[in-house]
């Protein structure tokens, strides 16, 4: 799931799908009002953790301009203003979903590892990247991909050529040879070639990350871990040393870049903390000193606990080694009690699925289980809009519905306060004030 295959030549095939999508994004573009009005029954205020009714937006190109009780704020729209009727819907923030891996889709392990190639990835990726939209999930951090199709898919969605959410891209997770974004377990004959994350001591490191910087990567991911999907004996020890991890933080820094690390065992969590990353993700064995660390540094938690679900239903089918599901058995039950832990003591959380793990579209199931595992339905929207744009470093123009930030809605009908898993199903999406989906109003109307 983290792009261990390689080839060059994925760069030719986005380059050729951007030029094909231009035509698109053109179309897209005349039917554009100079200001739209988004009335909403209730709109989600996640900064504060309040529901407010009878509100409006207005929104003017691709930010908003004010937001407010419903008809003040229509009275500062201009005369050919486009309503969007939303009264009786609850109207959010698009969501935010900091742990995507958009370019691959679950799939046979065989037919993943050995015969598609980064060019299938590529050609794909953009399927994914209009599901996790449609989805309502208008920015994504993606936190692994194979060469540098994540760079090409992010360049061509901000571009307008290809439909999908904003990105903030990793390019390829750092990683220990043997580590967890090597392809263990094979003949020592086998050998893929392409660009790879593997990296192993300060120098090396420092290399890697100034060349994932060069080519477009606006974080850093480092496998400070073992983990589940590849075949390592353990699934949480530690892989880089507290020496090594330090100098990805200073060196990511250096670069303006945060750093998120992949970490299951008590151990490297520790470490990455200390070493003063941004975010932990999966965070499954954390113990209560890596608790109190987090809480103390200000660390996220990203924590992916829908997973387990789907990769315990669906992953002996598609052929995944028994070593790999006995890990996910050892890890899976700990890691969503070891969430509500850490939601119990007050560590920062932040919304992240892994999805390409399992489908993409799906990124909202991981609601539910936030809520049945210690949050409330305000903190899991606002992990997944302000917090998410917080660890992102864009809270200044995603997370909330706040005048100059990204005209980026989604609504559901219904009460996702009440009953988190609407959110499962949103009816209408709109990113940087263009609608990309709308089953709710039946079509905008053009006056007052
Ligand atoms: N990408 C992660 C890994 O391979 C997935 C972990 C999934 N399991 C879980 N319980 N969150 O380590």
């Not at 990353?277 to 499954?284: D, L, M």
């Not at 009816?427 to 089953?439: L, N, P, Q, T």
Request: with cysteine; charged share 20%; glycine share 10%.
């Amino acid at each position: 799931m983290i792009g261990t295959k390689r080839s060059s030549l994925g760069v030719w095939v986005l380059a050729t799908s951007l030029v094909a999508g231009q035509g698109l994004a053109a179309q897209a573009d005349t039917t554009r009002h100079a200001q739209v009005l988004v009335r909403a029954g209730r709109l989600v205020a996640t900064r504060t953790g309040t529901v407010l009714a009878n509100q409006a937006i207005l929104i003017e190109g691709v930010r908003i301009k004010e937001v407010g009780p419903a008809d003040a704020v229509a009275g500062h729209a201009s005369r050919d203003v486009r309503v969007i009727d939303l009264k009786n819907a609850t109207v959010l923030p698009g969501l935010i979903d900091c742990h995507t891996h958009i370019t691959a889709d679950p799939g046979d392990y065989y037919r993943q590892l050995f015969r598609l190639s980064p060019i299938d990835e590529a050609v794909r990726a953009h399927i994914y990247a209009k599901r996790t939209l449609d989805a309502g999930f208008t920015t994504v951090r993606n936190v692994g991909a194979g060469e540098f199709i994540d760079v090409a898919l992010r360049n061509a969605i901000n571009d307008g050529a290809v439909p999908g959410p904003r990105m903030l891209v990793s390019t390829m997770p750092l990683s220990a040879t043997g580590g967890h974004g090597d392809v263990n377990g094979m003949s020592p004959y086998l050998h893929f070639e392409g660009f790879s994350g593997i990296a192993n001591g300060v120098d090396q490191i420092r290399e890697k990350i100034r060349f994932e910087v060069k080519y477009g990567a606006d974080l850093i991911k480092v496998l400070a871990s073992a983990g589940v999907l590849s075949e390592e004996e353990s699934v949480g020890a530690p892989q880089y040393s507290q020496e090594e991890l330090n100098a990805i933080v200073e060196e990511a820094a250096m670069w303006g870049r945060k750093v998120a690390a992949h970490a299951h065992g008590a151990e490297a969590i520790k470490r990455a903390v200390r070493a003063g990353v941004a975010s932990i993700e999966h965070g499954s064995l954390i113990d209560d000193e890596g608790i109190r660390l987090m809480k103390e540094r200000g660390t996220y938690l990203v924590a992916d606990i829908y997973n387990d679900d789907y990769i315990l239903a669906e992953y002996t089918r598609l052929g995944y080694p028994q070593k790999i599901i006995d890990k996910e058995r050892l890890v899976g039950r700990q890691q969503r009690e070891n969430f509500k832990k850490a939601v119990q003591a007050g560590v920062k959380i932040a919304y992240g699925t892994d999805a390409g793990v399992y489908p993409h579209g799906w990124n909202a199931k991981q609601f539910a289980h936030m809520v049945r595992w210690g949050t409330t339905p305000m903190h899991a929207i606002q992990a997944a809009t302000v917090n998410a744009a917080d660890l992102l470093g864009w809270a200044d123009r995603v997370g909330a519905l706040e005048p100059g930030k990204y005209a980026d809605v989604v609504a559901v009908q219904g009460d996702p306060l009440q009953d988190v898993t609407l959110l499962e199903h949103v009816a209408f999406v709109m990113k940087g004030g263009e609608v990309v989906k709308d089953s709710l109003t039946g079509g905008a109307k053009a006056a007052r």
